[in-house]
């Protein structure tokens, strides 16, 4: 059974930048990971994902070019990094752990089966 531990969340100023870890214990750390939110009031949805290697990364559109998550698989570790952040991406953040261990990067949070807490961030105007 994976674990998950996030930490990084926080206030920051519109237009600044936060990194998000995720700290995986428990079975290996081999499957594919993603990162969700929810925002008050919203459904939870996808944010970054990456597949077991690293190698293919996806994102939601409202974030691509501005976040970039990565993993240490070493460390079982995954990052979520956030520039530019706006208002609009606050939310709690969590961590995602997928029992598929493959080359696809999976949207769909069916997939995931471990959760993490969840990590605050706030982004004021």
């Known amino acids: 059974q994976v674990q998950l531990v996030e930490s990084g969340g926080g206030l920051v100023q519109a237009g600044g930048s936060l990194r998000l870890s995720c700290v995986a214990s428990?079975?290996?750390?081999?499957?594919?990971m993603g990162w969700f939110r929810r925002a008050p009031g919203k459904e939870r949805e996808f944010a970054g994902g990456?597949?077991?290697?690293?190698?293919?990364?996806s994102y939601a559109d409202s974030v691509k070019g501005r976040f970039t998550i990565s993993r240490d698989n070493a460390k079982n570790t995954v990052y979520l990094q956030m520039n530019g952040l706006k208002p609009e991406d606050t939310a709690v953040y969590y961590c995602?752990?997928?029992?598929?261990?493959?080359?696809?990067?999976?949207?769909?949070?069916?997939?995931?089966?471990?959760w993490g807490q969840g990590t605050q961030v706030t982004v004021s105007s």
């Open positions: 995602a752990a997928s029992s598929y261990s493959t080359n696809f990067v999976y949207i769909d949070s069916d997939y995931y089966d471990t």
């Open positions: 990456i597949s077991r290697d690293g190698a293919k990364q």
């Open positions: 428990g079975r290996a750390f081999s499957g594919n």
